[in-house]
């Protein structure tokens, strides 16, 4: 794949790496089907729960009755197993028949008639992670395909494909997602495979200018293990990913699993926050048909949401653990205050104690600060720098306040 290549990155370099598309000015919202459906297609037997467009219509209509569409989510998201298994006679993608017979343009524009986005999957090598047609050697054709069907995002998965051609190919194919003329968001997953097989990381840089999101570890899955798993890898910060994001570009820790099976309220909690705080994207990945009270409460929490999308876009960065039990998490804010979050991954039982002064965690604000708490937005009050402070964290959960300067 790499010698047919060549020429479009030729191109690339005499025009520039840079993706400006206009998106993902902060972390994108909505919803992704993976980790709640993944690859039901047998819509015989489960058809509330199968790949079709019905799926996608039914999540739409919730998301707009329930109140997540004001809320900030707009994305509805399509993942694997949506394609026929073979091309058509030009080489262009072709939905299922049977699970898409209205075609994917229609539900695009079904989409926007609810004020929504569509997005849809795709993958760099020859076929997907299931086994559908890949996108190797049709890259132009797909893009232009997606952006004929008015589609909005693209997630481009990296499975069967030589990950050291992905430094060349996915900035190709962000070249040709914007050459239609048709704005859409583009997923990568180009630093994911390099790690998975142990190659060099390309810059992060480098992929801020080709992608508008980019995973770069493990899938989540709807444990508390996966969750803390995750956050440790983005507390280390190797190659030091956390400067790459900001405004048009930002680190996906995958999808929330917030409204599932495997997480406690709490746990939840803890999920959402830390997503929050990382400037990630915030993709539902549940039944919004199905989904409780709390889990739901907690997903339209706007103090939370504001938190991820402040328009600065930083990501926080970890300012120390105590292995097994707190670690505190700083996230600038463009009002020149802060967000700090507390995690607790101790499960014994009891609430952490944890006492500091704003001294202790690195401000410098010689006349203090007024400190809320984040969820409840809930007044804490003025601390002058070196005053003390005490906070409690719930076992597996966290504790998130705002620091502004006086």
Not at 184 to 192: N, T
Not at 201 to 221: G, L, M, P, Q
């Amino acid at each position: 794949m790499i010698v047919s290549i060549f020429a479009v990155i030729a191109l690339l370099c005499q025009l520039s790496l840079a993706l400006d598309n206009g998106l993902a000015r902060t972390p994108p919202m909505g919803w992704l089907s993976w980790e709640r459906f993944r690859c039901n297609t047998d819509c015989k037997n489960d058809p509330e729960h199968c790949i079709s467009e019905q799926l996608y219509k039914r999540q739409a209509d919730l998301m707009v009755s329930e109140g997540y569409r004001d809320a900030g989510y707009e994305y509805v998201n399509i993942d694997d197993c949506w394609p026929a298994m073979e091309r058509d006679k030009d080489g262009r993608l072709v939905a299922d028949p049977e699970r898409f017979p209205s075609g994917i343009r229609a539900l695009s524009r079904y989409m926007h008639s609810k004020g929504l986005k569509l997005g849809i999957y795709e993958d760099f090598g020859s076929k997907t992670c299931a086994g559908y047609p890949g996108s190797e050697f049709y890259m132009q054709i797909d893009a232009n395909t997606f952006a004929e069907w008015e589609v909005d995002s693209l997630k481009f998965d990296g499975c069967n494909s030589d990950p050291k051609d992905m430094p060349y190919g996915y900035p190709a194919m962000s070249f040709f997602l914007n050459i239609t003329g048709h704005p859409i968001m583009f997923s990568c997953e180009w630093p994911l495979y390099e790690i998975m097989h142990k190659l060099p990381v390309s810059d992060y840089r480098t992929i801020a200018k080709t992608c508008n999101i980019w995973r770069n570890y493990v899938d989540v899955e709807d444990s508390w293990d996966s969750i803390v798993d995750i956050i440790n890898m983005y507390g280390k910060d190797e190659g030091n990913f956390s400067a790459a994001a900001g405004p048009g570009g930002f680190n996906d820790p995958d999808m929330l699993v917030v409204g599932d099976y495997g997480l406690s309220y709490y746990q939840q909690k803890a999920q959402f926050g830390m997503w929050a705080l990382f400037a990630a994207p915030l993709m539902m990945s549940n039944d919004l048909s199905s989904i409780g009270a709390d889990a739901k409460a907690l997903l339209l929490n706007k103090n939370i949401i504001a938190i991820n999308q402040d328009p600065l876009g930083n990501q926080a960065i970890r300012l120390f653990e105590v292995p097994g039990s707190l670690s505190v998490w700083v996230k600038k804010l463009a009002s020149g205050g802060l967000a700090i979050g507390i995690l607790n991954v101790n499960n014994q039982g009891t609430p952490q104690k944890y006492t500091t002064a704003f001294s202790d965690l690195g401000f410098t604000n010689k006349n203090g600060y007024v400190a809320r708490e984040a969820f409840e937005n809930k007044l804490l009050g003025k601390y002058a720098l070196d005053e003390k402070f005490t906070i409690y964290v719930d076992p597996t959960s966290i504790y998130i306040m705002i620091a502004d300067p006086l």
